[in-house]
């Protein structure tokens, strides 16, 4: 019995130290750091993510990065097409030293220059919540069949960084949650974990250009990351299977289930990507409106929850928080950079749309 005792105590030691690897904010450099993890990317990989800390405030802005998905066996396969999804942390678009935007911390007008920034990576094709690895097989255009094994580790990976974030940042002042494209998807789910972990403390969401999707093909996706084996024990998600759950239900359960949550989308009436991987997930071209499912969907959330906030731009450019456009786009006299300036100060924003450029847009370059 004693020798059970110290072996469970020694098991348990390891896995304190094993967590106790990663570094403490005191200990990292005044820049990015990128932090290595035991947790795995798609093709298994190794899992890393990036953290800047601020002795300049108490608020911390959590980015989950955007770059495709993979839920069949070509589009997760590297050596196959359509090859649609951001395989490895390290690629250079999971750098945030390399991105603009709101990264861009030497801008006078970023909100979130004073901030502590943590950026997720996405590496997994499964929008940051994938359940584990998933078996796939398909015939290739050799007529071979091929059998892959993608780690669609999504929850584990994101899991790892937000208990490093509640350690490190015990008490903070605000929380940002922000994602675009799949990071979007991702950061609407966690934003609901998040915000429970710090209540009664502000916690806001902002979705970038990844508010259009919507088919009945969509659960093709659900079922090949297991959505509903990651889905926390909440009231709010109460009966929801692969099968039932959309990317709307994060939204809605997420804020229904804090009062301390505030959720914001940003999206571009054609933007080109949605178009494209709504077509991926079965949607034939041209049986849709993108601008059309926005509202379809800005409604379904506005309808089951007290507050939620959109801007709808013009054009079809993709994503617009790691972009210079982030402080250039104007809808009817509103800047972006603006509007999320006053979401972040808790100042009251209006819907704003602009689906017909003659409405006032200013575009994006290249897109007048």
């Keep these: 019995m004693k020798y059970l005792l110290l072996t469970v105590l020694l098991l348990v030691s390891l896995g304190l130290n094993a967590q106790s690897q990663l570094p403490r904010t005191d200990s990292l450099d005044a820049g990015w750091n990128a932090i290595a993890t035991d947790g795995v990317c798609s093709m298994g990989t190794p899992f890393q993510f990036y953290a800047k800390p601020s002795n300049q405030s108490n608020a911390v802005l959590v980015f989950f990065n955007g770059g495709g998905a993979c839920w069949f066996g070509e589009a997760c396969d590297l050596s196959s097409q359509p090859n649609i999804h951001s395989p490895f942390a390290d690629m250079d678009q999971n750098n945030p030293a ?8 030497e801008n006078n007008e970023n909100p979130f220059a004073d901030y502590s920034v943590v950026f997720l990576p996405y590496c997994t094709g499964d929008v940051h919540i994938g359940a584990g690895d998933t078996q796939y ?28 974030i509640y350690e490190n940042y015990p008490a903070p002042d605000q929380v940002v949650l922000a994602g675009s494209s799949a990071g979007a ?12 972990h710090y209540a009664p403390t502000s916690v806001i969401l902002i979705a970038d250009a990844a508010g259009g999707y919507g088919s009945p093909f969509l659960s093709n996706t659900h079922k090949a990351w297991n959505t509903e ?29 804090n009062p301390n949550l505030t959720i914001a989308q940003y999206n571009a009436a054609e933007d080109a990507v949605q178009i494209r991987f709504t077509q991926i997930i079965g949607d034939p071209p041209g049986s849709f409106s993108l601008p059309q499912r926005l509202l379809n ?11 939620f906030h959109s801007y709808t731009a013009g054009g079809n ?35 704003i749309s602009c689906v017909n450029e003659a409405r006032g847009c200013t575009m994006a370059p290249g897109q007048e």
Excluded at 140 to 159: I, P, Y
Excluded at 297 to 307: G, R, T
């Design 98 to 105: 390399l991105s603009r935007g709101i990264f861009d911390f």
């Design 137 to 164: 097989t398909y015939t290739n255009q050799q007529g071979e069949e091929v059998t892959l094994t993608t780690h669609h580790h999504g929850k584990a990976n994101s899991t790892t960084v937000l208990d490093w």
């Design 185 to 196: 998807i991702g950061a609407s789910f966690y934003a609901g974990l998040v915000a429970e």
């Design 229 to 257: 084996a990651v889905l926390p024990d909440w009231q709010e998600y109460e009966g929801e299977t692969n099968t039932s759950i959309t990317f709307e239900d994060f939204y809605i359960a997420s804020v229904n289930h």
């Design 297 to 307: 969907n800005y409604v379904e959330i506005e309808s089951a929850v007290a507050e």
């Design 317 to 351: 450019v993709h994503m617009i928080l790691q972009a210079p456009i982030f402080y250039e786009y104007a809808v009817e006299g509103v800047r972006f950079v603006d509007w999320v300036t006053d979401l972040v100060n808790n100042r009251s924003v209006p819907d």
